[in-house]
């Protein structure tokens, strides 16, 4: 089973999908990427109208069919206002604290389709002019961006074509370390997504026949909520989320395992889908962690509540420091990979 996670392949295939912006509601690029992926391994997908992507596998049994969802789109900024200074006013798109992005280096999209470079601070930044920056509060009021172009207020911000309402994006800053680590912004949920278009390849490239038809859902919006709540075919039975584990003090999950995850904000996750789970990853020995996450919905959940009949599972790698500084290991990575392939060629979970 160890061939189902090629270590260069997947770093290199997520370093490209990090680097791609894509906060939610400006995923038409990275949309397109994995179109052409999936399009180049000659594996046919649907958009949906809200821009996700779908792809099925015919598998033994065409009656009762499976869905594995990972999202794509990630948290980012708008433009909230132009303001007299030369600098821009930011409102985030999803669930972040703005200490998380001070100091980032972003890119500004604008209507036309230029992306100009600037940088988020603090307003009051400079220690040599501001006495107490260090005791400011992180808000929406402090923050700003500072452009990376020579314009003094709003006419010039204008005139370059900065508008209210065009997509900001932070730098994912990828980097792997020689002791395994992979860290980036983005991790959430892009680690899942290469793991999604890997395994789609690896069953691709060996021509295998799932034992269900199989759905594969790269849905754009996750992180404002519904992301993976429509588009779903009736026949589809078990729902997973692949998704990331957190980790914090008295968490279960790390940096090394795969985390499945038995309960979140929404609740407990379906109980013998979960244990299905837990048994396959025992039985395979692959290192994994159960745990509840308290601050979190998944697509999965979102599904749920838009009323979907369907067995719901989450896991995913743990990712440290989300939505901030993102960090996992390699081996997380490959645990996740190899979960992902067991559970998509085992039996399904039987009512008893
Ligand atoms: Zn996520």
């Not at 409102?91 to 036309?112: D, K, L």
């Not at 949920?189 to 038809?213: C, E, F, G, R, W």
């Not at 962690?289 to 998944?298: A, Q, V």
Request: charged share 25%; proline share 2%.
């Amino acid at each position: 089973m160890n061939d189902v996670f090629y270590k260069e392949d997947t770093i290199d295939l997520l370093g490209r999908i990090v680097n791609i912006p894509s906060p939610s509601g400006y995923t038409k690029t990275i949309i397109k990427f994995i179109g052409e992926y999936l399009s180049d391994l000659g594996i046919d997908y649907k958009k949906t109208n809200k821009g996700a992507i779908i792809a099925t596998f015919i598998g033994e049994d065409n009656e009762s069919h499976r869905l594995l969802t990972a999202h794509v789109d990630t948290l980012g900024a708008m433009v909230k206002e132009v303001k007299s200074n030369g600098r821009l006013k930011l409102a985030m798109v999803g669930g972040f604290n703005w200490n998380a992005v001070e100091g980032e280096y972003c890119t500004i999209h604008t209507a036309s389709g230029k992306k100009i470079r600037g940088t988020i601070l603090m307003h009051e930044t400079s220690v040599h002019v501001y006495a107490k920056a260090g005791e400011i509060k992180r808000d929406e009021k402090h923050i700003e961006v500072r452009i990376d172009e020579k314009v003094k207020n709003s006419e010039d911000i204008r005139n370059i074509g900065i508008n209210v309402g065009d997509f900001v994006s932070f730098d994912p800053r990828f980097e792997v370390t020689e002791s395994g680590f992979i860290k980036s912004r983005h991790l959430d949920d892009k680690a899942s997504t290469t793991l999604l278009l890997q395994l789609m390849k690896y069953i691709k490239v060996n021509n295998i026949k799932l034992p269900y038809t199989t759905h594969f859902y790269i849905s754009n919006n996750e992180e404002i909520g519904y992301g993976g709540n429509s588009n779903i075919p009736e026949q589809v039975v078990e729902y997973i989320a692949v998704d990331m584990g957190a980790i914090g003090d008295g968490q279960a999950t790390d940096e090394y395992t795969v985390s499945i995850c038995a309960k979140d904000s929404s609740g407990p996750y379906h109980y013998d889908l979960t244990r299905h789970l837990v048994n396959l990853a025992e039985q395979h020995k692959i290192d994994y962690k159960l745990d509840i996450y308290p601050y979190y919905g998944s697509d999965a959940s979102a599904a749920i509540r838009a009323g979907f009949d369907v067995k719901h599972a989450l896991f995913g790698p743990g990712i440290e420091s989300s939505h901030a500084y993102e960090r996992t290991h390699i081996d997380s990575l490959k645990a996740t990979a190899q979960l992902l392939y067991v559970y998509v060629t085992s039996a399904m979970v039987k009512e008893d």
